[in-house]
Every structure is written in structure tokens, then in C-alpha cells.
């Protein structure tokens, strides 16, 4: 595809919402969490790891979940664990650290690292000499290949200047920063004081100590955001000039964040002002000269995540898009996700449970999922749709010794309506390619091929946010 296959037609896009705005899932994977069942445990797990068609020579990611932070974002509904009690560290290290030996002890072969991330929670919740114990006990395990993508997520509230130039030294090359709004009143009501110049005093000190990439986290639909107020912080964004953003919108789901019930509805903007303020945004990304890699995220043109698009090397998996997925990926800690060639599988999601679990059987597996063939394909053409705007029927062929038309005769047909709508184009042999009216609504895209989704919406739960 041609670069300005990338664009992306707004003006369409708000003309056809009111039938696409639905609920739908993500896709960081397939089948999708809610699919996963706990008959898949540490046993399996340990089989799957020890699978005789791993190679040394496959690329690996890793994934370290820290799951404390010192204060609650009154907005947030990740898995976190809200202490001033850092004794709790050494333990928590602990535990890493036997987890880590299990799985490197029921891998087959050694295995080399060409990703590492750390996410949470609050990673710099742990001191500078704790981050370098985390670091040596990973990449002991799993050494990291020359060149690997090295990144961590921050909270700029308690990040100092040691935790830099130790993640520094560490080789870590790329930092991702929470920041969700400058706004002085919607900082204070999502309890979350974070003043500019603290997060540009960070992006000076990360650029500083070499790092290649800086990303800043946006939410919108916050309590008391407004165009206007949005506007504000885009301007103090752009000062900032970070390389990626991620746009997120809020979820208020109070069900699982109860603390979210403290927003008042009134103070939360209105459906229709939400959407002007992504649309506004997303304006003023490309106009600045970011690029929409896909579903949040954007990127300066010459960053590898915009190049990667072009080139159709950007991969999808539990931490977002990146270009240096490995072919299998490990996750440590407590609701860690592993995504292995045919598996999934998750961590006991609270701490205790999982400090538990790993000291009695080395593997705190609570749940996870062994993928048929059919799983496999509807893997391979949906990541296609989200990361490559694109399917080719030849290589689905290659990989699968199928025609993509006759596996999917259905779906595409189901495709019919967008495709008259103009978000895609279909050929006789099935190839599509998302058009740039399209690509804001990929996940539409991609839900007819998704054969569990029709029976979770008839159970009534709701699973999955809007998919704009
Ligand atoms: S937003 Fe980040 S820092 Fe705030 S409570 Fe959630 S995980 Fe912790």
C-alpha cells in the first residue's frame, strides 16, 4: 500500500458513526480474554513452554507486570495495588525471581530477548536499586538481542532522576509517560496533581540519558474536560514534542473501578462533546505531523512504529504495537499475560494469590487458552486488518494452504454493508484493503471474523468498551 493509504478521512468518518459507534473488543488478543477458561493451568502452561518446536533462535518478548502504585487515579481500572509500603518490594522481587527460573526451567532451549517491557501499576514505584534487581533477574533468564526495544511506563509524579540513569544504564531505550490531561481541575478531580513542567522535566532528563523514544498517555472524556480545556493541553503536548501518543478514551466503569463513582455524571462530558474532543484532537496529531499507526496510537513520521506501517512490519500484542514482537511472548507477575505461538495464558490476578501460587509450583497460571486452527487463522486476519490495514489472499494461502475467499465466504460477505459505506475495499480472490475512511473503525473491520463474539453479546455481560 501506498503511504497515503495511511491517511485518515474524518469528515467521512463522522458522517458514518452513529451506525458504527458500537461496543467491540481490542484485540491485544484472539480469542479474547473473556474466551480464556481455568482448565488451562500451570500444567499446561509448562507443557506449552517446553513445546520441541521452540527454537533458540525465535525472538522473545518479555513482560514484567509491577502492580504497585502510591496513590489512586480516581479514573483508573488497571490491575494496581495502592501502597506507601515499599518493604513490600523484596518480596515482591522474590517471587519474580523464582517465577522466572520456573519458566526459564521449563523452556526447552535458551532463549534470546529481542522486547522487554515493564508496565503496571507504577514500575518506578520500586527504587532505583530495585529496577536494577528486576532488570538482572529477566535478562539473566532471557539475555536481550543487540538492538532489542527496551521500554517501561511511567508515573512522572514519582520518577526521579536516579530511576533515568538507572534504566539508562539498564539499556532501556523507550519511555511512556501517564499524563491523561494538563487541565488544573481535571487533574484534581481524577486526584491525579500532575503539573506540566514536573512531566517536561522528565521528558528533558529521559532525552537527556539517550532515550530514543518518548510516549505520552492521553484520556479523554475525563470530568470537567471540555474542546477548549482539551485544546489547552494539546498546546502544552506539542511544546513537549513527544514522539508517540496514545489517545485513550475514558471507560466509566464502575462495576470494576468503584472509585469511579465519586464523577459526578454531570461533570463528565456529554457523548457528543466526547467525540469532538477525539476528533479535535486527532486533527491537531496529524496536522503536527504525527501518523495514525492505529486504533489509539500515533507517531512521528520517521519514528519505526510510523515506518513500520508503511513497510507492514508492525505487530499487535499485550503492549501495544511495536515492531520487535517475538514470536512468543512471557509475562511475569501478578495478571500477567503470556501469549505463546498456540496459548495464552494469564497470572492470578492479586498479589498474595499470586505469591502463592509461584512458591508452590514455580507458575501462578490461573486461566488460558490452547488455539485451534480455526483460532489461528482468525488470529492471523484480524491482527492483519489492525496492523497492516490489509489482507492479501496469497499469503493467507501460504500460510494456511487455503483460500482465503472460501475459509471467510461468509465474513466477507458480512463486510458487504462497509464496503458500500467505503471503510473497505474487497476483491474477487478476498484481499481487502481498509480505506482511510476505514481505519478509525478498524475493529468494525475486524469483528465478523471473531466466531466467539455473536455468543459474548448474547450472554448479555458487557466485556468490551466502544470501539470510538
Ligand atoms: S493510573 Fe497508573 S499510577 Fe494511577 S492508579 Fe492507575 S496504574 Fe496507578
Given at each position: 500500500m501506498k503511504a497515503d493509504a495511511y491517511a485518515l478521512d474524518l469528515d467521512r468518518?463522522?458522517?458514518?458513526?452513529?451506525?458504527?459507534?458500537?461496543?467491540?473488543?481490542?484485540?491485544?488478543?484472539?480469542?479474547t480474554a473473556p474466551v480464556w477458561k481455568d482448565d488451562y493451568g500451570p500444567a499446561e502452561f509448562s507443557a506449552d513452554l517446553g513445546h520441541e518446536d521452540v527454537e533458540s533462535s525465535d525472538g522473545l518478548s518479555l513482560y514484567a507486570h509491577v502492580p504497585f502504585c502510591e496513590s489512586l487515579c480516581h479514573f483508573c481500572a488497571c490491575n494496581r495495588v495502592i501502597t506507601r509500603d515499599?518493604?513490600?518490594?523484596?518480596?515482591?522481587?522474590?517471587?519474580?525471581?523464582?517465577?522466572?527460573?520456573?519458566?526459564?526451567?521449563?523452556?526447552?532451549v535458551p532463549r534470546v530477548a529481542t522486547q522487554l517491557h515493564w508496565g503496571g501499576g507504577t514500575p518506578t514505584w520500586l527504587?532505583?536499586?530495585?529496577m536494577r534487581r528486576l532488570f538482572r533477574v529477566l535478562t539473566q533468564a532471557f539475555p536481550l538481542r543487540e538492538g532489542a526495544e527496551v521500554s517501561i511506563e511511567v508515573d512522572p509524579r514519582v520518577t526521579t532522576d536516579d530511576h533515568?540513569?538507572?534504566?539508562?544504564?539498564?539499556?532501556?531505550?523507550?519511555?511512556?509517560?501517564?499524563?491523561?490531561?494538563?487541565?488544573?481541575?481535571?487533574?484534581?478531580?481524577?486526584?491525579?496533581?500532575?503539573?506540566?513542567?514536573?512531566?517536561?522535566?522528565?521528558?528533558?532528563?529521559a532525552r537527556k540519558a539517550g532515550f530514543e523514544?518518548?510516549?505520552?498517555?492521553?484520556?479523554?472524556?475525563?470530568?470537567?474536560?471540555?474542546?477548549?480545556?482539551?485544546?489547552?493541553?494539546?498546546?502544552?503536548?506539542?511544546?513537549?514534542?513527544?514522539?508517540?501518543?496514545?489517545?485513550?478514551?475514558?471507560?466509566?466503569?464502575?462495576?470494576?473501578?468503584?472509585?469511579?463513582?465519586?464523577?459526578?455524571r454531570g461533570d463528565l462530558p456529554e457523548a457528543a462533546t466526547k467525540l469532538e474532543i477525539m476528533l479535535t484532537a486527532i486533527r491537531r496529531f496529524l496536522e503536527q505531523g504525527y501518523v495514525f499507526v492505529g486504533l489509539d496510537h500515533f507517531a512521528r513520521p520517521d519514528d519505526e512504529l510510523a515506518t513500520a506501517l508503511v513497510r507492514r512490519t508492525l505487530r499487535r500484542n499485550f503492549m501495544g504495537h511495536t515492531t520487535q514482537a517475538g514470536v512468543d511472548l512471557l509475562g511475569f507477575g501478578p495478571s500477567a499475560i503470556s501469549e505463546l505461538r498456540r496459548s495464552y495464558a494469564q497470572n492470578t490476578r492479586d498479589v498474595p494469590g499470586w505469591q502463592e501460587a509461584v512458591e508452590d509450583r514455580g507458575l501462578a497460571t490461573m486461566r488460558g487458552h490452547r488455539l485451534s486452527r480455526d483460532d489461528l487463522e482468525r488470529r492471523w486476519v484480524i491482527s492483519r486488518i489492525l496492523c497492516h490495514s490489509e489482507l492479501r489472499a496469497g499469503e493467507f494461502e501460504e500460510?494456511?494452504?487455503?483460500?482465503?475467499?472460501?475459509?471467510?465466504?461468509?465474513?466477507?460477505?458480512?463486510?458487504?454493508?462497509?464496503?458500500?459505506?467505503?471503510?473497505?475495499?474487497?476483491?474477487?480472490?478476498?484481499?481487502?484493503?481498509v480505506t482511510p475512511a476505514g481505519r478509525l473503525l478498524a475493529r468494525n473491520l475486524a469483528m465478523p471474523f471473531d466466531a466467539y463474539l455473536a455468543a459474548q453479546r448474547r450472554s448479555g455481560e458487557r466485556m468490551f468498551s466502544k470501539t470510538v
Open positions: 468518518l463522522l458522517e458514518l458513526l452513529p451506525r458504527y459507534a458500537t461496543e467491540g473488543p481490542r484485540y491485544t488478543s484472539y480469542p515499599h518493604g513490600r518490594a523484596g518480596a515482591y522481587l522474590d517471587t519474580i525471581e523464582r517465577e522466572v527460573e520456573a519458566v526459564r526451567h521449563a523452556v526447552r527504587a532505583p536499586e530495585e533515568v540513569a538507572v534504566l539508562a544504564e539498564c539499556g532501556f531505550n523507550r519511555i511512556s509517560m501517564g499524563v491523561q490531561d494538563f487541565d488544573p481541575s481535571v487533574q484534581e478531580a481524577i486526584r491525579r496533581i500532575q503539573p506540566a513542567d514536573q512531566t517536561g522535566r522528565l521528558v528533558e532528563q523514544s518518548v510516549n505520552f498517555d492521553l484520556i479523554y472524556g475525563l470530568p470537567y474536560q471540555t474542546v477548549e480545556s482539551f485544546g489547552r493541553t494539546l498546546d502544552t503536548l506539542f511544546e513537549l514534542a513527544p514522539d508517540r501518543i496514545a489517545l485513550y478514551s475514558y471507560a466509566h466503569v464502575t462495576w470494576v473501578a468503584k472509585q469511579q463513582r465519586g464523577f459526578e500460510a494456511f494452504g487455503r483460500s482465503l475467499r472460501s475459509t471467510f465466504a461468509a465474513e466477507l460477505a458480512d463486510l458487504a454493508e462497509p464496503a458500500a459505506d467505503g471503510l473497505v475495499e474487497i476483491d474477487e480472490d478476498g484481499s481487502l484493503r
